[in-house]
């Protein structure tokens, strides 16, 4: 008989080296996705000892398991529901106290649990011992010894994990802790009326669903409650003895059971199993770089050097590889349109798919190294810092001191691209200031949407071109912080959430664990390029090219296009003789038909008719068919709002590409005017996010309804302003 | 020992003291009392943000920050300064 495999949950705090344990443990065998419903990363891989496997879940990381955040819930209901067959609770054993409180949590659950001393290098470092056989004793459950960053300790921690899953096979034995004289009653109370009707008992330990009755768990009193009768029986039992601890002790169940745990904990330890040299003191050098990271003065000041060095090595060295994959994807382009014959086919190939996906793809530079930056920041301890330090001046607008990344990512400092802000946002843990950052991030000033300000202010404030793009930049963030605030207030509206964190102590990441973290988060973008992106790409390119022109005009055109090049070839042949100016001419011409029929079929096009019937709205903010039908398109990508608009002045590529051309277009326009130039400034920079920013949006927030509320919130936003810009702008003028 | 009680707010920096009473319930209460702050355990005030809010505590051998506003929720006494 084969015995079957075995499944192991990994657990822990956060920052006590799970990931890097989980790393060593399961090397490159790992399976990253998503728990069903939320945004909470599920990790799978599989250790191999002895010939056998062990599938290990590395679950969230957590403090607790309550039912406050998704990573707790989630940690929690997959003991609940999968019932791995051992828990492998990995301790920061330099903290060791705090760290236990999720074991014992697992404890009373009554899955069997190894415990995990990992970081045993800080813990010796720092002059303190733990008798772990003393530990293993009393809290009795297998402790083993582990540096993670080493891989020391790992077979000796698969082994005690093999052998404490044989030796239970599957059963639970919850641990009974005391949690003071009122509680101990009712539960024992509450355990036997559950007991006696198998109250939820498939599910849930007795002797755990009465404890979390007496916390007042969300998640478990609401199962209850649809349960049938045992529910209020419990719930009075609960109000009874919450009563009896409110007049008493001015307490409530909840926080007694909080400090019993820690009083189990303290007790254990305090029998010898830790022991400190206090002539040590373990962060003291933690402690001295804090001194200068976090000083009043010098804080702040190394933080935005930080910030900026990151800021300008993203998108310097990442436009090296960005360069070369646009180029590869040009080079793709051509060689298509080289080798096949011209036609809807490789339109759709080159506009659609290669220029859009390819587009797409050039962003994964990007994305790879800022998340290894980010992922450094993290690792190291110091994006904890940020917050600590940012928590102030955020929180006014309702947002969490990480969010300064995300923003500064998105183009706070202009020139940054949404997709990876939007993604940065990861760092936070408080949900509705996640969101509100997600939400409000695209307003920055992305390296897309500046060659279009760069020309919008290079034609209409020509004499004060820096001064323009500084207070743009400075507009979109006082936009992005006030629709925070007014989301935070509305929408999205809720108090903050705890901003309670842990100042980890500085340590050096490994680049092991770096490498992961940056591969996965760039695999799962690109994969997203791949699917939807391909998928929207091509419908944007139809939007923008059918239906075909078919009025006479065009005809016209084209027969007199035929009819020229034909001309022009013959003379390239030799067949007829044309003078140099002539075939200079012809060339213009025929450059000219084309730009001509680009800008007939761009107007006849689904996006065309949408942009020209939007006049009669747009023309509030100035805007006539030519600029709508531009903006349609830099939902596509900002950068394409001037090769459209390039087209709908009928220019030909090339012409385009001369931004000259275009200003003096924009200039000899007598719609255009300064005021609309301020209307479409404002009008790009709010305006809905490009299409791959909505799908990170998607992503990030697990549901397409936020996706389509940046989508129609913002245009609205920004038609709003725009219009008042501009009707304020022609009242002046 | 211990002196009179006080809010953690007005701890001053670098001393120490032991926490008397967590008033705070809800999301706030279980996220303070998760991270170890209960009555009992030993808390040092280490440092400030610049902008004097939130501040960072030493207890059971971790760094923890919390905002002024939290930290309001919190009662200790101030233990003799060891020299």
């Known amino acids: 008989m084969t015995s079957p495999k075995i499944t192991a949950a990994l657990a822990g705090n956060p920052n006590s080296g799970k990931t890097t344990l989980f790393n060593a443990l399961t090397g490159a065998r790992q399976h990253v996705g998503n728990y ?12 191999k000892i002895q010939d056998r496997e062990i599938h290990i879940v590395d679950l969230p990381g957590a403090y607790s398991l309550t039912s406050y955040t998704p ?121 036997a009326l559950i007991q006696e009707s198998d109250f939820l008992t498939h599910r849930y330990p007795a002797q755990w669903l009465a404890l979390k009755y007496l916390e007042g768990d969300e998640e478990v009193l609401e199962i209850g409650r649809t349960e049938g009768t045992l529910h209020d029986k419990l719930q009075e039992i609960v109000d009874n003895v919450s009563d009896h601890c409110q007049k008493t002790l001015s307490t409530y169940p909840e926080a007694l059971i909080a400090d019993y745990r820690y009083g189990y904990i303290a007790s254990i330890l305090k029998q010898g199993v830790l022991t400190r040299d206090t002539t040590h003191d373990r962060i003291a050098r933690s402690d001295r770089m804090d001194k200068v990271l976090t000083h009043k003065m010098g804080g702040p000041l190394i933080m ?75 690792d190291s301890g110091y ?4 917050a600590y330090m ?173 009819v020229q090049e034909a001309l022009l070839s013959q003379a ?52 006539d068919w030519r600029l709508n039908i531009s903006l349609i398109g830099g939902f596509a990508a900002k950068e394409v709002i001037i090769s459209t608009l390039g087209t709908a002045y009928s220019l030909s590529e090339e012409q385009t590409s001369e931004e000259a051309t275009l200003a003096k277009r924009l200039r000899q326009n007598p719609n255009m005017t300064r005021a609309t130039a301020v209307a479409a400034i404002l009008f790009i920079m709010l305006y809905s996010p490009c299409f791959v920013t909505v799908v990170t949006i998607k992503q990030e927030t697990g549901t397409w309804r936020w996706a389509a509320f940046s989508m129609i919130f913002n245009t609205a936003l920004a038609a709003a302003l725009a219009v008042a810009a501009y009707q304020i702008g022609a009242t002046l003028a | 020992m211990a002196t009179h009680a006080l809010p953690l707010r007005q701890l001053p920096q670098n001393a120490s003291a032991r926490i008397v009473s967590v008033a705070a319930t809800g999301e706030l209460g279980r996220r303070i009392r998760d991270m170890g702050l209960v009555p009992g355990t030993i808390v040092k005030v280490i440092g400030r943000a610049p902008l004097k809010d939130p501040v960072a505590l030493r207890l059971l051998d971790f760094t923890l920050t919390l905002r002024n506003s939290e930290a309001d929720y919190i009662t200790v006494e101030m233990l003799e300064s060891a020299p």
């Open chain 1, 304 to 378: 935005l050097l930080i910030l900026y060095a990151i800021y300008k090595f993203t998108f310097s060295v990442g436009d090296i590889p960005l360069v070369w994959l646009s180029e590869f994807f040009d080079f793709l382009g051509h060689s298509v349109e080289n080798a096949m014959p011209a036609g809807m086919l490789r339109s759709m190939l080159v506009s659609g798919v290669i220029d859009g996906v390819g587009g797409v793809l050039s962003f994964a530079p990007l994305i790879m190294i800022m998340f290894l930056l980010i992922a450094f920041l993290e």
């Open chain 1, 71 to 191: 990573e707790e819930l989630v940690a929690r209901n997959m003991v609940l529901d999968e019932r791995p067959d051992v828990v492998i609770d990995v301790l920061n054993a330099a903290a060791l106290e705090r760290n236990l409180y999720l074991a014992v949590q697992f404890m009373e659950l009554g899955v069997p649990v190894v415990l995990v001393l990992n970081m045993m290098d800080e813990v010796r470092a720092a002059g303190m011992t733990i008798d772990k056989a003393k530990l293993s004793r009393l809290i009795n459950a297998p402790v083993v010894e582990t540096v993670a960053k080493h891989g020391v300790g790992k077979e000796e921690l698969l082994r005690q994990a093999m052998e404490l899953a044989k030796q239970q096979d599957g059963t639970w034995k919850p641990l009974n802790i005391s949690y003071g004289p009122d509680l101990d009653h009712a539960l024992k109370d509450m355990v």
């Open chain 1, 36 to 47: 069903p419903g939320v945004t909470v990363e599920k990790k799978e891989g599989v250790a």
């Open chain 1, 383 to 386: 994006m904890a810092r940020v």
């Open chain 1, 572 to 623: 390239e042949g030799g067949q007829v003789r044309l003078n140099q100016e002539k075939t200079e001419q012809l060339k213009a011409q025929v450059e000219a038909l084309h730009g001509k029929f680009d800008q007939l079929a761009l107007q006849n096009s689904v996006a065309g008719r949408v942009g020209v019937a939007l006049e009669s709205i747009s023309r509030y903010a100035g805007f």
């Open chain 1, 390 to 562: 940012m928590d102030r001046v955020f929180r006014i607008f309702g947002l969490h001191g990480c969010s300064v990344m995300p923003m500064i990512v998105s183009g706070g400092i202009a020139g940054g691209c949404a997709v990876p802000g939007v993604m940065a946002a990861r760092t936070l843990r408080s949900p509705r200031e996640k969101l509100a950052t997600i939400l409000t991030a695209p307003f920055m000033t992305c390296g897309a949407k500046l060659p279009v300000y760069i020309l919008l202010v290079g034609v209409f404030f020509p004499k004060n071109e820096p001064t323009a793009l500084f207070a743009i930049t400075l507009t979109a963030w006082a936009i992005a912080l006030l629709v925070a605030k007014a989301l935070r207030s509305t929408l999205v509206r809720g108090p903050s959430t705890p901003f309670v964190m842990e100042l980890p102590p500085y340590r050096l990441p490994t680049a092991k664990g770096l490498i992961i973290h940056t591969w996965e988060r760039t695999w799962q973008f690109i994969k997203k390029a791949g699917t939807v992106i391909l998928a929207i790409s091509i419908l944007l390119w139809a939007a923008m090219t059918f239906p075909r022109p078919s009025s006479q005009e065009a005809r016209d055109i084209q027969s007199s296009i035929k």
